[in-house]
C-alpha cells in the first residue's frame, strides 16, 4: 500500500480539523419545551392539527435545503434543557427554541441563556401576547436575540431561517 508522507498526513488532518469546525459552526439545535410532545391532540384549536413529528420533518427539510445540520430535542423537563443549552457551545452555532410553559416561570432556562455565546431564537407557536395575562411575559425574550411569535408550526421554519441567517452573517 502507497505510504502517506507525513506533509499530505498533515493536509489531511487540517482538511478533517476544517470540516469539523464547518460542521459545528453550521450546526443549529432545536429544542422544544414541555407538552409540546402532545401537539395535535393538545388543545388543537391553539396549537394546530400537526403533531411534533410533523414540525420536525419540515425542519429537517429545511435544514438539508440550506446545507445546515440539525439536532431535536423534546423535553419535560426543566434541568435537561439548562443542561442542553449549556453545553452547547462546544456543537452548535445557533439555537431555536419553543421553551413552552418554561417560557413565563423558568429563571433557570433564561440565565442559560445569558450564559452562553450561542445566538437564541425564541419561538412560539401562538401568539402569546394575544393569550392570558400570564403568557405575555416571556423571561427568554430579553436575553434571547430575537422572538418568533403567533404563526403556528411555520413560527419553527422562520425561526430557523433567522438562526440560519445569523450563522451565514
Ligand atoms: C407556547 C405558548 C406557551 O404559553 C405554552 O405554555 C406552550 C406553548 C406556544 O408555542 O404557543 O406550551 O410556547
Do not use: W
Not at 24 to 40: A, K, T, V
Not at 146 to 167: D, H, K, P, R, T
Request: net charge positive.
Amino acid at each position: 500500500m502507497k505510504k502517506t508522507s507525513p506533509k499530505r498526513s498533515a493536509e489531511l488532518a487540517c482538511t478533517e480539523r476544517s470540516r469539523s469546525i464547518e460542521a459545528r459552526n453550521r450546526r443549529i439545535l432545536i429544542i422544544h419545551g414541555p407538552n409540546l410532545n402532545l401537539l395535535g391532540k393538545r388543545e388543537p384549536e391553539i396549537y394546530g392539527k400537526f403533531s411534533l413529528e410533523d414540525i420536525n420533518k419540515e425542519i429537517k427539510k429545511l435544514a438539508k435545503e440550506k446545507k445546515v445540520a440539525v439536532d431535536i430535542l423534546q423535553s419535560n423537563h426543566e434541568g435537561e434543557i439548562v443542561d442542553a443549552i449549556g453545553s452547547s457551545s462546544k456543537k452548535y452555532s445557533a439555537i431555536v427554541i419553543n421553551p413552552a410553559a418554561y417560557t413565563h416561570t423558568s429563571v433557570a432556562i433564561r440565565d442559560a441563556v445569558s450564559a452562553i455565546d450561542v445566538p437564541v431564537v425564541e419561538v412560539h407557536l401562538s401568539n402569546i401576547y394575544h393569550r392570558e395575562e400570564f403568557r405575555q411575559k416571556s423571561l427568554i425574550a430579553g436575553v434571547a436575540t430575537g422572538q418568533i411569535s403567533g404563526f403556528g408550526a411555520n413560527s419553527y421554519l422562520l425561526g430557523f431561517l433567522a438562526a440560519v441567517e445569523l450563522i451565514n452573517k
